[in-house]
Nanobody, 124 residues
Framework: QVQLVESGGGLVQAGGSLRLSCAASGHTFSVSVMGWFRQAPGKGREFVATINWNGGSTYYADAVKGRFTMSRDNAKNTAYLQMNSLKPEDTAIYYC?????????????????WGQGTQVTVSL
């Protein structure tokens, strides 16, 4: 099992930036794909971004493409989500997830381990 801890959330004005981090511990050698999801109040958890085992391949939801960038540092067992040009509709709890399998994974059921989430609030 892998433990994931997110950090970096907060309150930011529209147009601003935040960088989220996801630190992994435990059986990190088993981690292949990592992903970010978000959940706004009253809505389901939605896919944001995913990255393959070596960081060479990423995939994004249309809503964040061109504004968000996902990366990972395997030496630090950490994944990141750089969020630029933030909009009020980006307000949500952001969750990090990990899977021991490869491929493009955009559905919550494709992931084995989840963090507790970090709140991102974007004001006008």
């Amino acid at each position: 099992q892998v433990q994931l801890v997110e950090s970096g959330g907060g309150l930011v004005q529209a147009g601003g930036s935040l960088r989220l981090s996801c630190a992994a511990s435990g059986h990190t050698f088993s981690v292949s794909v990592m992903g970010w999801f978000r959940q706004a109040p009253g809505k389901g958890r939605e896919f944001v971004a995913t990255i393959n085992w070596n960081g060479g391949s990423t995939y994004y939801a249309d809503a964040v493409k061109g504004r968000f960038t996902m990366s990972r540092d395997n030496a630090k067992n950490t994944a990141y989500l750089q969020m630029n040009s933030l909009k009020p509709e980006d307000t949500a709890i952001y969750y990090c997830a990990a899977s021991d399998r490869g491929g493009i994974r955009t559905v919550t059921s494709m992931y084995d381990d989840w963090g507790q989430g970090t709140q991102v609030t974007v004001s006008l």
